[in-house]
């Protein structure tokens, strides 16, 4: 099971994810997976920001507020027994994390592998913590990496792929040990390492990947996910008063979900369950008698077509126009090319139907970087004209299986954004026909969502 920042974030609540341990211990064997507490990985990521620009004042003192954060939860969760040798490995941590900082600031310098080693403070801290609370509740429970757990990965910094058949077999011969025993392992979430030991992290909101990469090695009767909500909801509950929680989805759309809902869960989490069909649970931390969200391979909610809509926020356009594209077959091909060697993700990509321009959508962070690339790459060749970026813009994504096959779908989508007189600047469907996707402008975003949710009744129950 894996417990979410919301979940870690203060003594209170992470004495409550021990019980939940406990609660569920005598008849299982369970691993922990631990996220950073609260928003501490955007903390380290701030900080990390600040010390490349010598913003020494303003480091200190986030720096301190995180710190002080951990000794106080660690002291305070702990027993008067234990607490001295918690308080040691956390204050030499603590002391690790400042060096990485001054190095940071003195060589003025924020590489992704460095970002990584500055991010992994945050896991392997509250990992930490989590253990003790465990113990204290008379268990063996002991922290590691997700590098020490096994999780071996490339050395893309930031986004790392798992080896998967290294990190199964690893997994298994350093976690089947301990759970023999007895041991409950507390695994850090968002991070692992390459095969010669450099800490690298999975993207964020990685830990739910951990958690599904450990369940899948093991192959786990469950994986639970522990969060703030009461499981996978028909939209975000911020943007949608009467949004509600679905209590089947199948893997297929809950990898929508994730992929567009972009902090609810990780992208690629729910890759390593479906592949070994190992169902999920969504729960509530402070509600864990509720059932949650089941994500199984199992057909889910007949008679819904669409079931839940989510918004993915700070997006980019970047167009690339030109009437030598037309009829000319590698076009969206060399536009992919020069993105994926400059290392832009493109989340959506949408050709008019003259084929004089092609639409990619990428994070509003790397619009320039795709911009440059782009005209780099294919300006001054007769295929491209011009290429020009929109930064403002979020993707709204309407995710259902029973979408597959059905028509009018889309035109009711579009129906009810249109009657709230939004524009609707890029359309695209996913090859998957389990969702439709279009970008609105980033202020029109809610709007769309709550539209959408009115349209196919998605607050009332389903039949
Ligand atoms: P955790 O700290 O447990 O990893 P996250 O903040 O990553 O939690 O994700 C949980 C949050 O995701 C919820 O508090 C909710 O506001 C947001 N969210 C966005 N879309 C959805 C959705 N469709 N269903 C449930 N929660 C959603
Ligand atoms: N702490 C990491 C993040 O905030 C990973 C996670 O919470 O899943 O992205
Ligand atoms: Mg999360």
Same mark, same amino acid.
């Given at each position: 099971m894996k417990f979410g920042g919301s979940s870690l974030a203060n003594a209170t609540s992470i004495r409550n994810a021990a019980r939940i341990v406990q609660r569920f211990s005598p008849e299982n064997k369970i691993v922990v997976v631990a996220s950073a507490m609260n928003d501490t990985t955007e903390r380290l990521l701030e900080i990390g920001e600040l010390a490349q620009k010598k913003e020494n004042a303003r480091v200190r003192k986030i720096l301190g507020i995180t710190q002080r954060l951990h000794v106080k939860t660690a002291r305070s969760v702990s027993s008067r027994k234990t607490s001295r040798e918690i308080l040691d490995r956390i204050n030499q941590l603590n002391t690790d994390l400042e060096k990485t900082v001054e190095g940071i600031s003195h060589l003025r310098e924020l590489t992704p592998r460095s970002r990584d080693y500055l991010l992994s403070f945050g896991e392997r801290l509250s990992a930490l913590i989590l253990a003790a609370a465990i113990r204290n509740l008379g268990f063996k429970a002991q922290s590691l990496t997700g590098g020490e757990a096994g999780i071996a990965s490339d050395d893309k910094f930031g986004e790392a792929k798992p080896l998967a058949e290294l990190s199964y077999h690893e997994i298994r011969r350093r976690l089947e040990p301990m759970l023999a025993k007895n041991q409950i392992p507390v695994v850090t979430g968002f991070i692992a390492a390459t095969v010669d030991g450099t800490i690298t992290t999975l993207g964020r909101g990685g830990s739910d990947y951990t958690a599904s990469i450990l369940g899948a090695a093991l192959n786990t009767d469950e994986i639970w996910i522990w969060t703030d909500v009461d499981g996978l909801m028909t939209a975000d509950p911020r943007i949608v008063k009467d949004a509600r929680v679905l209590r089947t989805v199948s893997f297929g759309e809950a990898l929508e979900l994730s992929y567009f809902g +972009?902090?609810?869960?990780?992208?690629? +989490?729910m890759q390593p369950a479906a592949q070994r069909k190992i169902p999920v649970r969504i729960r509530n931390s402070s509600k864990p008698t509720l059932e949650g969200t089941l994500v199984s391979s199992g057909e889910t909610g007949a008679g819904r077509v669409v079931k839940a809509v989510s918004i993915i926020r700070s997006v980019g356009i970047v167009t690339v126009s030109g009437t030598g594209m037309i009829g000319s077959p590698g076009a969206a091909a060399k536009v992919f090319m020069a993105l994926g060697s400059s290392n832009v993700n493109v989340m959506m990509i949408s050709q008019g139907s003259s084929e004089a321009t092609i639409s990619c959508i990428v994070a509003r962070k790397d619009t320039d970087n795709a911009v440059r690339a782009l005209q780099l790459a294919l300006?001054?060749?007769?295929?491209?004209?011009k290429v020009v970026a929109e930064k403002d813009a979020c993707i709204i994504a309407v995710v259902g299986s029973g979408m597959k096959g059905t028509p009018g779908v889309a035109a009711r989508i579009f129906g009810a954004v249109a009657r709230k007189k939004i524009n609707v600047r890029v359309v695209a469907q996913g090859s998957s026909e389990h969702n439709v996707s279009f970008v609105v402008s980033e202020g029109q975003g809610p709007e769309a969502v709550q539209a959408i949710h009115e349209e196919f009744q998605l607050g009332k129950a389903s039949a």
């Open positions: +972009a902090k609810m869960m990780h992208p690629r +989490a300006l001054g060749q007769g295929l491209v004209d």
